[in-house]
T-cell receptor, first 118, second 109 residues
Framework: DGGITQSPKYLFRKEGQNVTLSCEQN?????MYWYRQDPGQGLRLIYY???????QKGDIAEGYSVSREKKESFPLTVTSAQKNPTAFYLC?????????????????FGEGSRLTVL | RKEVEQDPGPFNVPEGATVAFNCTYS??????FFWYRQDCRKEPKLLMS???SGNEDGRFTAQLNRASQYISLLIRDSKLSDSATYLC??????????FGDGTTLTVKP
């Protein structure tokens, strides 16, 4: 079955450490996204990538980094510069170019990664 | 002012009730509109897209008013399983989606 896989599901980190969250998709989607969700709030965009080897900052990119070396993979690194990293991180993908699909723009999400900084 | 605003609720309704959620957006260039459902501590999932002509999927009806920059979701005959947070999502361009903070619905027996 096609889908998006995020790992790890739960992660604990000490202050000052970098951590990398994995996101893999086999939907053949062009675009991939990383969102952050804090309790009682909606999703905020960290980074997005519309094509391999290219990515753009979202609304809250400070303290994060990404890479897009393969179409299927879009890992997110939470660096020690991120002041409040404890959150629920969601990776998503979508069809970027309209290929006649009725739901272009629909986001398909992974199950998320919960990061807690101790 | 947030780009996408929703009434946070919570909405507490009895089974069988009809409930409506509203959402406003500020970017008049927005192109696509969606309602997502998010269960507690889970990822959001698409509930329905929203079209200018309005669209219905079973007990759910979505409406879009571009002139007023307003989106709504109506749930008829509420079920216990409808309890969740409903997220309004507005896409301005090239897949860049902005989420509202969500409206929490609890349906009680």
């Amino acid at each position: 079955d096609g889908g998006i896989t995020q790992s790890p599901k739960y992660l604990f980190r000490k202050e000052g450490q970098n951590v990398t969250l994995s996101c893999e998709q086999n939907l053949n989607h062009d675009a991939m996204y990383w969102y952050r969700q804090d309790p009682g709030q909606g999703l905020r965009l960290i980074y997005y990538s519309q094509i391999v080897n290219d990515f753009q900052k979202g609304d809250i990119a400070e303290g994060y980094s990404v890479s897009r070396e393969k179409k299927e993979s879009f890992p997110l690194t939470v660096t020690s510069a991120q002041k409040n990293p404890t959150a629920f991180y969601l990776c998503a993908s979508s069809v970027f170019r309209d290929r006649g699909l009725a739901n272009t723009g629909e986001l398909f999400f992974g199950e998320g990664s919960r990061l807690t900084v101790l | 002012r947030k780009e996408v605003e929703q009434d946070p609720g919570p909405f507490n309704v009895p089974e069988g009730a009809t409930v409506a959620f509203n959402c406003t957006y500020s970017n008049s260039a927005s192109q696509s509109f969606f309602w997502y459902r998010q269960d507690c501590r889970k990822e959001p999932k698409l509930l329905m897209s929203v079209y200018s002509s309005g669209n219905e999927d079973g007990r759910f009806t979505a409406q879009l008013n571009r002139a007023s920059q307003y989106i709504s979701l109506l749930i008829r005959d509420s079920k216990l399983s409808d309890s969740a947070t409903y997220l309004c999502v507005v896409m301005a361009w090239a897949g860049k989606s902005t989420f509202g903070d969500g409206t929490t619905l609890t349906v009680k027996p």
